[in-house]
């Protein structure tokens, strides 16, 4: 009975490993990359805490510097989203963003609003998790930064940045 366990322990030591990930300096995340606001408590509110730096001081406390940058990102998401024939629009979320100081994207954490068109959120959560594979913010900073918005797809971005001089 003990060599059993012993056994089924060592078969699920890769899964249970491969829910977890190596940060960038090289320790253990224990949260994954991609998950609603609610789930991983206690792991999210360690994050808020380490990587406090926003957006918006990275952008030299430009509003304006600060949502272009922001827009543009979510613009990318939708393009991203149809090369992938993945269908975002109507998906309305809050979404917090954790960027590492090298502008990769580290976390994307969300949570649906209620008026979001209705979606399998685990479909949500694996375009999300592909998108943070691929996607890299033009900024960086010397420390971790984030934000925390809205998104709301379609972003009709080209109209607000045709405006824009």
Known sequence: MKLYSILLTILALPFTL??????????????????????????????VQECNKL???????SMELAYKHWLLMLHDMEIYAESQKFDIKGIKIWLNVFWNADGSLDKLVYYPKP???????TKLTAFLEKFLVYYEFPLQYKSCFAHYGSATFPTFAKLYLQEQP
């Open 18 to 47: 491969s829910a977890f990930s190596v940060d960038k300096s090289g320790n253990l995340d224990t949260i994954p990359s991609v998950f609603m606001i609610g789930e991983h408590e206690f792991e999210y509110e360690d994050k």
């Open 55 to 61: 957006l918006l001081e990275v952008c030299q406390d």
């Open 115 to 121: 008026n979001s068109r209705n979606t399998d959120f």
